[in-house]
T-cell receptor
Framework: AQRVTQPEKLLSVFKGAPVELKCNYS??????LFWYVQYSRQRLQLLLR??SRESIKGFTADLNKGETSFHLKKPFAQEEDSAMYYC??????????????FGKGTKLSVKP | KAGVTQTPRYLIKTRGQQVTLSCSPI?????VSWYQQTPGQGLQFLFE???????NKGNFPGRFSGRQFSNSRSEMNVSTLELGDSALYLC????????????FGNGTRLTVT
């Protein structure tokens, strides 16, 4: 069965410290993985996707198929990074990928 | 471009009633998906529509239904409301290309009493 696991409900770090938000997935096929973020009082929005291999707001995520992981990392956390982070897996069917399987989310709190 | 718009923002209904939620996607987006968000279950996929056809369906009872119009706007309907249907219902639109992200609306907060 397709599943996304985010083991930490809450992660609290100090400003300037490294951050790693864990995400593990279960999927029989070629996965498409995403990180979505929800800042306070804002809508859920895409942070980054593995196919783009991009760095957004200093965050990166590498797909490790051997460990079935897609951890989100940032070397130096900022207070404005405080938000809810969701890892998501695409259930891709015939040309469309509206079916995302989300993890339960990790709340990141960056303290001054 | 205007973002995904959901109406209404808040709804209060009683058990047994039915409700219709509306979603206007970003212009040019032909795929619209619906999700239910609750504190216990998190974000769960309800269904996806593409070109007026339901493409995928999540594991929800038949009381949950939806449709999409020719202008890509979508509605979802929940009949015979139960207390457990209280949730934030999110709509998302996309270009429906592999790897294209979902763009979410602000959601409709449904409370069933």
């Amino acid at each position: 069965a397709q599943r996304v696991t985010q083991p930490e409900k809450l992660l609290s770090v100090f400003k300037g410290a490294p951050v790693e938000l864990k995400c593990n997935y279960s999927y029989s096929g070629s996965p498409e993985l995403f990180w979505y973020v929800q800042y306070s009082r804002q809508r859920l929005q895409l942070l980054l996707r593995h196919i783009s291999r991009e760095s957004i707001k200093g965050f990166t995520a590498d797909l490790n198929k051997g460990e079935t992981s897609f951890h989100l990392k940032k070397p130096f956390a900022q207070e404005e990074d405080s938000a809810m982070y969701y890892c998501a897996l695409s259930g891709y069917y015939g040309g469309s990928q509206g079916n995302l399987i989300f993890g339960k989310g990790t709340k990141l709190s960056v303290k001054p | 471009k205007a973002g995904v718009t959901q109406t209404p923002r808040y709804l209060i209904k009683t058990r047994g009633q039915q409700v219709t939620l509306s979603c206007s996607p970003i212009s040019g987006h032909r795929s619209v998906s619906w999700y239910q968000q609750t504190p216990g279950q998190g974000l769960q996929f309800l269904f996806e529509y593409f070109s007026e056809t339901q493409r995928n369906k999540g594991n929800f009872p038949g009381r949950f239904s939806g449709r999409q119009f020719s202008n890509s706007r979508s509605e979802m309907n929940v009949s015979t409301l139960e207390l457990g249907d209280s949730a934030l219902y999110l709509c998302a639109s996309s270009l429906a290309q592999r790897g294209s992200p979902l763009h979410f609306g602000n959601g409709t907060r449904l409370t069933v009493t």
